[in-house]
C-alpha cells in the first residue's frame, strides 16, 4: 500500500513546504490540488478551499510544472493523481489537466459529476455525465492519462452503486473511480464490502477522511428543516469505521493509494500528517 496527501488540506503550505513535509513524515507521493486560484482571496488567510497555498495553478506553464515535478521526484514522491476541479462536461479543463498530468508524471486526474439539486432528473443528468466520460475516454487515450470520477455527496455518483452505474461500460483503463467512504456520512453510504465489491475493476483511488453528525442549533422542529447535519471529524472520531474498510479494502486484494484528505481542523497540519499515517498504518 502507498500513502500519499491530497494537498487541499495543507492550506498553509507552499509547495516547497509540502514537499518537504511529506517527506520528513514518510508519505510515498502528493496528490497535488489543481486548479485556478481566486486573486481577490490572495490576501486572506489560508483555507481548504479559499487562499490554499498548496495548490498547483491550473495556467501553470509547462516549464513551472517540469520544475516541481524536479523537486517532487527529488524528495522520492510520486503524483499518483491530480485533484482537478473540473465541471462535468468541460472539456477544455479536462485537457488542460491532462496537459499537467502528463508532465507531472501523474497517471489520472479527477473529473466532474454533474450535481444533483431536484431541479433536474437523475436519468438526464446521467446520460449527460455519461456523454463527458466519452470525451475524457478519448482524450485519456490520447494523452494516457485515466479520468476519476469521486463517490462524492451532492452528485449522482454520491454512493459506489451509483459510481458504478456512471462508469459502466467504459474502459476501467481509462475511466475509475475515487472511493471516499468520509463523503458517503454525508450522502450515500453503503456497506463498505460491498461497495467495494460493486466497483470492482473500477476501484483506481481511495481518498481517507471522516465526518459525523451532529445536531443543529436553534432547530426547533423537522418542519423547519433537517434537524441534523454532517461536519468533519477527525480520523478516528467519526462515522466511518475506518479499522472495517482497511479489512474490506484488503479482503478485495486492494493494494493502491491511499490519499489523506483531513478537513477536521483538529490540530496543526503537522500533527496530522504525522499522526494519521501512524494509524493507518497501524491498521495493517
Avoid at 486573486?39 to 491550473?58: I, K, M, Y
Avoid at 513551472?64 to 521526484?73: D, F, H, I, P
Avoid at 450515500?188 to 459525523?212: D, Q, S
Amino acid at each position: 500500500m502507498k500513502y500519499a496527501v491530497f494537498t487541499v488540506m495543507m492550506p498553509d503550505c507552499s509547495l516547497d513546504t509540502t514537499i518537504e513535509k511529506l517527506q520528513q513524515y514518510g508519505y510515498d507521493g502528493v496528490e497535488w490540488r489543481f486548479t485556478k486560484s481566486d486573486p481577490a482571496r490572495a490576501e486572506d488567510a489560508p483555507s481548504f478551499w479559499g487562499n490554499n497555498l498548496s495548490t498547483v495553478e491550473a495556467d501553470a506553464t509547462e516549464a513551472e510544472l517540469l520544475l516541481l515535478k524536479e523537486k517532487t521526484v527529488a524528495a522520492g514522491l510520486q503524483v499518483p493523481n491530480i485533484g482537478a476541479y473540473i465541471a462535468c462536461g468541460d472539456k477544455q479543463a479536462t485537457e488542460t489537466a491532462m496537459k499537467a498530468a502528463s508532465v507531472l508524471g501523474a497517471p489520472s486526474i479527477r473529473v466532474g459529476v454533474p450535481m444533483y439539486n431536484r431541479t433536474r432528473p437523475y436519468q438526464e443528468l446521467l446520460l449527460e455525465g455519461r456523454a463527458y466520460l466519452e470525451q475524457v475516454q478519448e482524450l485519456g487515450a490520447e494523452y494516457g492519462v485515466m479520468g476519476l470520477i469521486e463517490v462524492h455527496h451532492g452528485n449522482i455518483a454520491c454512493s459506489a452503486s451509483l459510481a458504478r452505474r456512471l462508469v459502466e461500460g467504459f474502459d476501467p483503463a481509462r475511466i475509475g473511480i475515487i472511493y471516499d467512504p468520509g463523503n458517503m456520512v454525508h450522502e450515500g453510504f453503503e456497506n463498505y464490502r460491498m461497495g467495494l465489491e460493486v466497483m470492482g475493476e473500477y476501484l483506481t483511488h481511495v481518498h481517507i477522511k471522516n465526518a459525523r453528525w451532529q445536531r443543529k442549533e436553534g432547530e426547533a422542529s423537522a418542519a423547519e428543516g433537517p434537524l441534523w447535519q454532517a461536519v468533519w471529524s477527525p480520523l478516528q472520531d467519526g462515522v466511518v469505521h475506518w479499522p472495517q474498510v482497511i479489512a474490506d479494502l484488503k479482503a478485495i486484494g486492494y493494494d493502491r493509494w491511499l490519499t489523506f484528505e483531513d478537513f477536521s481542523g483538529s490540530a496543526p497540519t503537522d500533527t496530522l500528517l504525522r499522526d494519521n499515517l501512524a494509524y493507518v498504518r497501524s491498521l495493517f
